[in-house]
C-alpha cells in the first residue's frame, strides 16, 4: 500500500492518533501525508513530540494533543506550537499535559486493557491541579487501597483509534521488527485499535521468523504496511541513516516567523508529491554526498542461535 | 588549580563531583552529560550513565545532541524504552538526576510548562518530558541554571518538577522514592537546601560573583551560608578532558 492510501484509508478527521517515536522511529513520510490530505481536528498523542506536531499543528490538522513534551531538545523551540499555544495561529488547541512516565504509562494501561495505573509521578505538581478539558479524569489522587498509607497519582488507559510508526522492517503480514531507542511505542501504538506503519524494508515472514525476539508489533493490530525508504527523515533509524542535524537547526532558524514556516511547509510538505518525490528534492538541494553522508556505519549484531 | 576556565566549565565540574563511584545517573545532552562523562573518566569509573529514551550504560563515540540520537546505541549495555529507563527511575534506583528549568523557587520547584496563566500563556514551553519522573523518582537531582531574577523566583508560574514544595516536610509527606533537589549550580554560586526548612541557601560563590549580584539577580531575599565559601576551583587535568576530549568542538562548552 502507499502511503496516500494507508493515510485515507485509515486516519480520519477527528481521531485519536498516537505519532509513534522518540526522536526515532518517526514517520515523517506519513506525518507530511496526513497534512497533504488536510486531515482535521485530530487528537494526536505521545510521550514526546517534536516538528512532526509542531507541523501538523500549524497545518491546522490538530485541536488537542496528549503529551508530556513538544520541543526540539538543544535544537530549539517548535515555533508553531508557540503561536498556537500563545496566539491562536491558525487556532486555538488544547493540551493535556503529562510527564514522560505517566504517559508511557497511560499507554500500557490502554494496550494491557487495565483501566488506569498508580504512580508516584506527578504528584506535587501542578499537573495534577490543572487540566485541558478531562477535568477530574486526568488525574486522580488515591490512597493505596493495601493499606501502605502512600498516596498514588492514578492516571486512565488511552486507548488511541489509530497509531502510526516508522520501523526498520516488517513483513507484508504486519509484523513489524525496531531496534534502537524504542521512546514510548511500542505501547503507544499497541493500545491504539489499529495501526499502520512505514518500513525501510518490506522483508519475508521467514525473515522475521528467525529473530522473533525483535518484533514489536504483531501482524494482528497491522492494517497496513507501507514501503518508505528514508521515511524517518530528518530524524534517524539505527542501521540505516542517522539523525540530520544541520536540517533540524534549519527548521527551527527558518520557522521563528509564520512567514519562514509557511515557506518550509512549501518546500517540503506541499511542494511534494509523497516521500520520492521528497528525497529527490532534497538530494537537488543539498546534493547526492550530503545524502550519502547520513548512511549509517555497517554495525553488525552478529546473530544468536534459537535453536532447540 | 586551573586558572584557565570559563563559568559554564566550572559549572560542569562542580557537577561532576557530585557524582559517587558506582552512582547510576540518569542523563540528559548538555553540561549534565559532559560531567557524567567527566566524573567517569575521573573519580567515578563505575557509573552507570541512563538516558530516558532508554539507553542504559552508553558509550557513544560522538557527542549526541539529543537524549536518543542513533550514536547511543552501540556499545550501549542495554537498549529499551521509556519504560526501561523511567521505570528504573520510578523503583528509586537511580542515585542522580539532572534537572533544568525556564524558573526556580527557594524550594527547588521547577518550571518548564508555562509564563502566565497555565490556559492562556504569554509563553509556553516544553512541558515536564522526563523531569516530573526524575524529580519524583531520582535518589538526589543536580540543578544546572543560569543565575537571573526572571528565573529564580519568589514562586513559580507553574510547578512541573516537585522540588522541597512547600518546605518543611511537605515533600517528604507524599511519598516520593527521590529524596529532592541536593544542589543548584548556577553561573554565580553554589546553592544548597537547608535540612530543615528545606530553603535555598548560597553555600559557594563563584570566582569574580559577589554576594550583591546573586541578591541583585534573585526575586526573594535569598539566605547566605554563615561560612560562606568560594567554589571549589576546577584542576589543570579536568578543564583539559573537558576541552581536549570531551567536547573539543565545543558543541556545549560554547563560552569563551
Known sequence: MTAKEAVSRFIQDGQTVTVGGFWHAISYALTHEIIRQGKKHLTICAAGFNEQADQMIGAG???????????????????????????????????????????????????????????????????????????????????????????????????????????????????????GTLGDSPWSVRACKKIIVSVEEIVSREDIGKDPNRTVIPAYKVAAV?????????????????????????????????????????????GVKDRTEYIEKFIAKYGYKKHLDLKAESMQSGSVNYGY | MSEDFTLQELQTVIAAREIKNGDMVLIGTGLPLLAARL??????????????????????????????????????????GLLEALGLVHAGDLDIGFLGGAQIDMYGNLNSHVIGDYHNPTVRFAGSGGANDIASGCQRTIIIMPHTKRRFVKKVDFITTPGYLTGRDSRDRLGFPGKGP???????????????????????????????????????????????????????????ILRHELDPDRLFLREK
Open chain 1, 226 to 270: 507501507v514501503k518508505e525508504p528514508y521515511g524517518a527523515h530528518p530524524k534517524g533509524t539505527q542501521g540505516y541513516y542517522r539523525e540530520d542535524r544541520e536540517f533540524l537547526f534549519d527548521y527551527v532558524k527558518r520557522t521563528k516567523t509564520e512567514e519562514g514556516w509557511k515557506e518550509f511547509m512549501d518546500e517540503w510538505v506541499y
Open chain 1, 61 to 179: 490538522c490538530v485541536d488537542r494533543v496528549v503529551t508530556s513534551y513538544l520541543w526540539l531538545e538543544v535544537f530549539g523551540p517548535t515555533y508553531a506550537f508557540r503561536r498556537a499555544m500563545e496566539k491562536g495561529i491558525p487556532h486555538k488547541i488544547e493540551i493535556e499535559d503529562y510527564s514522560n512516565f505517566s504517559m508511557t504509562m497511560r499507554f500500557m494501561a490502554g494496550a494491557l486493557g487495565i483501566p488506569y495505573i498508580p504512580l508516584n509521578s506527578l504528584k506535587g505538581s501542578d499537573m495534577m491541579n490543572y487540566s485541558a478539558w478531562m477535568g477530574d479524569n486526568k488525574v486522580k489522587l488515591v490512597e493505596d487501597p493495601f493499606g501502605s498509607g502512600v498516596q498514588h497519582a492514578l492516571v486512565p488507559a488511552l486507548k488511541p483509534d489509530v497509531g502510526y510508526l516508522h520501523a526498520q522492517r516488517a513483513d507484508e503480514e504486519g509484523n513489524v521488527q525496531l531496534w
Open chain 2, 39 to 80: 566524573a567517569q573518566m575521573t573519580h567515578a569509573p563505575d557509573m552507570v550513565s541512563i538516558y530516558e529514551s532508554g539507553a542504559i550504560d552508553t558509550k557513544p563515540k560522538i557527542l549526541p545532541l539529543s537524549i536518543s540520537e542513533t550514536c547511543l546505541i552501540p556499545g550501549a549495555a542495554m537498549v529499551g
Open chain 2, 182 to 240: 541536593a544542589l543548584v549550580v548556577s553561573n554565580l554560586g553554589v546553592m544548597r537546601f537547608e535540612p530543615e526548612s528545606k530553603e535555598m541557601y548560597v553555600e559557594s560563590l563563584h570566582p569574580g560573583a559577589s554576594i550583591d549580584q546573586i541578591k541583585e539577580n534573585t526575586d526573594w531575599d535569598i539566605k547566605i551560608a554563615d561560612q560562606l565559601k568560594e567554589s571549589t576551583l576546577p584542576t589543570v587535568e579536568e578543564i583539559r
